[in-house]
């Protein structure tokens, strides 16, 4: 687990979320899942997948992330080695079933698991409009429900909401500690012009 991840992972368990990271996907050739959430108040499993650089060149578009979704959570694989015999394109195989089989082994229902993807932001305003539709579009594609597809921002989401209520003594955990040291120690708050 790298450390954007482990940011999203405490994300949720300080929504009082229980967590499973690197989970390895059942007859899956490398391939594994980021997190998987479960959200006991509002009964809700989350499949989340962590794609992070802050370079805003490296932001992803609807597009890009209808891709990446398309590989994470659908099982399709990478493109560009159909000539190849041996690879997974070259030989036309997928992996939605070994998903499938995974989100099984952990009692979770295909149809009703909702798929994160977190990236640092979004690469346009014109992306964050159309959302919304997107989510609709992709529903339509996945024969799933528009809302079983959420985006999720380290930069506007996650990392703000980890400075809201930090907490004194986080020891347990090292990147925690480390938001509370820096929570106390005001530069956060300064640079975001946030009140003390």
């Known amino acids: 687990m790298n450390a954007a991840e482990r940011l999203v992972e405490i994300y949720y368990r300080q929504k009082r979320c229980f967590t499973i990271s690197d989970v390895k996907v059942l007859s899956g050739n490398n391939r594994q899942i980021d997190l998987l959430v479960y959200d006991g108040k509002e009964k809700l499993h989350y499949h989340v997948e962590v794609s992070v650089s802050h370079d805003m060149k490296w932001a992803p578009t609807l597009d890009d992330i209808?891709?990446?979704?398309?590989?994470?959570?659908?099982?399709?694989?990478?493109f560009g080695k159909e000539d190849?015999?041996?690879s997974d394109?070259?030989?036309?195989k997928t992996y939605l079933e070994s998903i499938k089989a995974t989100y099984k082994d952990y009692n979770i229902d295909y149809k009703e698991v909702?798929?994160?993807?977190?990236?640092w932001c979004l690469k346009?305003?014109?992306?964050?409009?159309?959302?919304?539709?997107?989510?609709?579009?992709?529903?339509?594609?996945?024969?799933?429900?528009?809302?079983k597809f959420e985006i999720l921002s380290l930069?506007?989401?996650?990392?703000p909401s980890l400075f809201e209520k930090p907490g004194k003594s986080n020891y347990e955990d090292e990147l925690l500690?480390?938001?509370?040291?820096f929570?106390?120690?005001?530069?956060?708050?300064?640079?975001?012009?946030?009140?003390?």
Request: glycine residues 6%; hydrophobic residues 30%.
């Open 66 to 78: 209808y891709h990446r979704m398309h590989y994470k959570f659908f099982g399709a694989v990478k």
């Open 84 to 86: 190849n015999k041996n």
């Open 89 to 92: 394109s070259g030989r036309g």
């Open 114 to 119: 909702v798929r994160v993807y977190c990236a």
């Open 124 to 147: 346009t305003e014109n992306d964050y409009a159309n959302l919304p539709k997107w989510k609709e579009e992709m529903g339509k594609l996945f024969d799933l429900k528009a809302d």
């Open 155 to 159: 930069k506007n989401d996650v990392i």
């Open 177 to 181: 500690r480390c938001i509370s040291l």
């Open 183 to 196: 929570d106390a120690s005001g530069v956060y708050h300064r640079q975001n012009n946030l009140q003390l």
